[in-house]
Nanobody, 119 residues
Framework: QVQLVESGGGLVQAGGSLRLSCSASGRTFSIYELAWFRQAPGKEREFVARITWSGGDTYYVNSVKGRFTISRDNAKNTVYLQMNSLKPEDTAVYYC????????????WGQGTQVTVSS
């Protein structure tokens, strides 16, 4: 089992920045990839970014490219999401998720952290 705990959410004005953290524990050696998803009120959960645990390869949804950066610190078992130039439409609950192999579903999820961007 892998446990994930997000932190770093909050209220920020449009144009501001936040850094989210996702701390992993348990069978972290089994993690292949960590990802961030978000869910706005009344909307479906959407993928935001992902990073492979070993190689650090990254991928982003188009709407956050150039504004968000995903990174990892293997020594701390932590993945980060640096969010710059935030927009009101980035308001959502942000979730961290992990899978154990390429193409496998994300089986492990955190509890989420709220990000609110005011205009």
């Amino acid at each position: 089992q892998v446990q994930l705990v997000e932190s770093g959410g909050g209220l920020v004005q449009a144009g501001g920045s936040l850094r989210l953290s996702c701390s992993a524990s348990g069978r972290t050696f089994s993690i292949y990839e960590l990802a961030w998803f978000r869910q706005a009120p009344g909307k479906e959960r959407e993928f935001v970014a992902r990073i492979t645990w070993s190689g650090g390869d990254t991928y982003y949804v188009n709407s956050v490219k150039g504004r968000f950066t995903i990174s990892r610190d293997n020594a701390k078992n932590t993945v980060y999401l640096q969010m710059n130039s935030l927009k009101p439409e980035d308001t959502a609950v942000y979730y961290c998720a992990a899978n154990t192999d390429w193409g496998k579903p994300y089986a492990y999820w955190g509890q989420g952290t709220q990000v609110t961007v005011s205009s």
